[in-house]
């Protein structure tokens, strides 16, 4: 789809192209009549004094009186002519035609008409003719100018013309270009203000945009803020369900431990085993809604900025350990990624390292073609035959390694859906689980 100022200059330029060329074209054709009107009227003056220096003799024969004649109609070849032409086939003409006639139509008397034709050596004449009735005798008067030094001056101001049109439609073109982009520059701040949305810099749009765009901004805004209560809405309501079953939980468990139960070990255990695997859920839905924190969804991932407060929330989580976290991240700019997301994935891989570490877990993120995670534990590890299991596609790791449960699943499912790959290792430094995340651009 073009762009709206692609669609604005593309507009306007075929607007000027088609502007100009009607005034061009409409330019031309009024010189052309304003010249022959002209030339036309010269010639019906000359056909008067014609007509009053013409007398018949006595046997009806025209006869022209050169003497009251221009002079110009009595040179070979001049450009200027006249004839006389009666009914009967008789005709005067001027000793500028010198041998030649023109091919004139009879004209009754009382109408005229103009036209152009070729005369003597290729000349392009312009005719005015009319008919007359003198002394009962009834011809027409033809007169004739060659339109051919009139017509070289005429192309050469046609060709200024066109100069001047075009100069001026390249002149009003770039001008309205510069108008364009000035306009559409004033778009560039919500641009701009769209890319910090995106690196979670901003909340919210900027409103000091045209008035034709302010609707939009505002609609988007609008639905924006809704989109972000909703969603810590929906966060704190899992961190306060999962909050308020743990008291329901606590008499399930105390009713289970009871001694009416003793006497029903089977039952008792598998009691023990659900209860134990709703307890975790609810654990894992209030450590997402910890660790997701506030902010826009959808910003890009400041790990410099990012890190501080999610180490802080885990030490909270883990203090009955004495943990040393450690992270190397880079020192600015914004990942790749969806802030929301990768809170979740570091958080659930954090998460899994603090809880079986004995007293130190490293975090170190670095962006080069690809996004590459690592997160490594100084606890007990997994054998060689579970690394093996955690790296196949498609198993859960809660049901494959005993200890390393939902955290690691959500993290595998997570990469998987930005196309990445993960993999288990021993870490060599530490020597617990080690994984290692490449997420692409």
């Not at 990624?337 to 891989?349: A, P």
């Not at 809880?355 to 590459?372: F, H, L, N, P, Y």
């Not at 990469?415 to 430094?429: A, R």
Request: aromatic share 6%; net charge negative.
């Amino acid at each position: 789809m073009k762009s709206l100022g692609y669609q604005l200059r593309l507009g306007l330029a075929a607007g000027l192209v088609v502007l100009f060329g009607v005034m061009w074209w409409g330019g031309i054709q009024a010189i052309h009549s304003l010249t022959d009107h002209f030339v036309a009227s010269r010639l019906e003056h000359d056909a008067e004094a014609l007509l009053a220096a013409m007398r018949l003799d006595g046997s009806g024969r025209p006869l022209v009186r050169w003497r009251r004649v221009d002079a110009i109609y009595e040179q070979p070849l001049s450009g200027h002519y006249y004839q006389i032409s009666f009914p009967d086939g008789r005709k005067v003409s001027s000793r500028s035609l010198w041998d030649q006639q023109l091919d004139i139509p009879q004209f009754p008397p009382g109408s005229q008409g103009q036209w152009r034709m070729e005369g003597p050596a290729g000349q392009d004449l312009l005719v005015w003719a009319a008919g007359y009735d003198k002394q009962g005798q009834v011809f027409s008067v033809a007169v004739a100018e060659d339109m051919s030094p009139l017509n070289q001056r005429v192309t050469q101001f046609e060709w200024l013309f066109v100069a001047l049109t075009l100069g001026i439609t390249l002149l009003l073109f770039f001008g309205q270009q510069m108008i364009v982009n000035s306009a559409m520059g004033r778009l560039e701040r919500v641009r701009e203000d769209m890319a910090r949305l995106e690196r979670g810099e901003v909340d919210t749009l900027t409103t000091d945009v045209p008035l034709e765009v302010e609707p939009l901004v505002a609609q988007f805004n609008h639905l924006l803020q809704l989109f972000q209560q909703r969603l810590e809405h929906s966060r704190k309501g899992l961190g306060n369900l999962s909050h308020a079953l743990k008291g329901p939980i606590n008499l399930l468990q105390q009713q289970i431990d009871s001694e009416e139960m003793e006497s029903h070990g089977e039952l008792k255990r598998a009691m023990a085993l659900q209860l134990t695997r709703v307890r975790q859920l609810m654990e894992r839905e209030m450590k997402r809604a910890r660790l997701a924190g506030s902010g826009i969804s959808g910003g890009r991932f400041n790990a410099a900025r990012e890190m501080p407060s999610l180490v802080r929330v885990l030490r909270q989580i883990y203090h009955e350990k004495t943990l040393q976290i450690d992270s190397r991240v880079p020192e600015s700019g914004g990942l790749s990624v969806d802030r929301e997301d990768m809170l979740e994935l570091l958080g659930n891989l954090l998460d899994n390292a603090c809880k079986w570490a004995v007293g130190q877990v490293r975090c170190t993120i670095e962006q080069q073609d690809s996004i590459v995670i690592e997160v490594e534990d100084d606890g007990p590890g997994v054998s060689p035959e579970a690394l093996t299991r955690l790296a196949e596609r498609g198993v859960r790791i809660d049901e494959s390694v005993d200890g390393h449960g939902l955290g690691l699943a959500i993290a595998k499912d997570m990469v998987k859906l930005y196309g990445g790959e993960i993999s288990f290792m021993l870490s060599p430094d530490l020597g617990g689980l080690k994984v290692q995340i490449r997420l692409p651009q």
